[in-house]
């Protein structure tokens, strides 16, 4: 079952705008990542974030983590028509044994040129 | 070097049948995942191998499912007597050890599609 909620589940902005996601998830985490997927098929690892960590960058983008609201968010900025594609979080849960990701339900971004 | 393989990228068999999935992981990577995504239920956890055992399975959704993990590399994932609610694409993943932070590395996908 999934993790938790992602938000907007459907995004439409133009090239040069920042794009923001949003992600809830319900247990208590050892890290949280976020992912992409083109075309429904692989999912390519964009960043990971600690629970002990409040925000990460990583080029364009900018992710933060609060573990007292259980939420997260991505920040692309300046994006670009090759950023089209689908957007999941997915937690490490704390007492995974296998470190399996839970994912949340993603978000659709459509960049304009 | 060569990512995450997956086998075939399409299946489309008959209701009743049985399917083999395969995934190659990355060479000298010791853990392994099956996942799945589907229209109704998102992206979801099927089974994890470490080695060859799979000390969790918890996310197999029925005793038609099982997997195996020969050599610490290939993986086979069965679906036995399909059923059209198994439609989905079969993501494999894999990463170097069982750290919690130890990216995973996905596969293509099979697109699997039952009538």
């Known amino acids: 079952s999934q993790q938790g909620e992602e938000d907007p589940q459907a995004l439409s902005i133009q090239e040069g705008e920042n794009a923001t996601m949003n992600c809830s998830y319900k247990?208590?985490?050892?890290?949280l990542q976020w992912y992409r997927q083109n075309s429904g098929r692989g999912l390519v690892h964009l960043i990971l974030?600690?629970?002990?960590?409040r925000e990460k960058h990583s080029g364009r983008l900018r992710v933060t983590l609060d573990t007292s609201k259980k939420s997260s968010s991505l920040l692309i900025t300046a994006s670009r028509a090759a950023d089209t594609a689908s957007y999941f979080c997915?937690?490490?849960?704390?007492?995974?044994?296998?470190?399996?990701?839970?994912f949340g339900g993603g978000t659709r971004l459509m960049v304009k040129p | 070097g060569a990512g995450v393989s997956q086998s075939p990228s399409n299946k489309v068999t008959e209701k009743g049948k049985d399917v083999e999935l395969r995934c190659d992981p990355i060479?000298?990577?010791?853990?392994l995942y099956w996942y799945r995504q589907s229209l109704g239920q998102g992206l979801e956890f099927l089974i994890y191998?470490?080695?060859?055992?799979?000390?969790?399975k918890s996310g197999l959704p029925s005793d038609r499912f099982s997997a195996e993990r020969t050599g610490g590399s290939v993986s086979t994932l069965t679906i036995q007597r399909t059923q059209q609610e198994d439609s989905a694409v079969y993501l494999c993943?894999?990463?170097?050890?069982?750290?919690?932070?130890?990216?995973?590395?996905f596969g293509p996908g099979t697109r699997l599609t039952v009538l």
């Open positions: 191998f470490q080695g060859n055992s799979a000390p969790d």
């Open positions: 993943a894999s990463s170097f050890g069982p750290v919690s932070t130890d990216t995973q590395y």
């Open positions: 247990t208590s985490i050892n890290n």
């Open positions: 060479s000298g990577h010791t853990a």
């Open positions: 997915a937690t490490v849960r704390l007492s995974n044994a296998g470190n399996m990701l839970t």
């Open positions: 974030i600690r629970s002990n960590e």
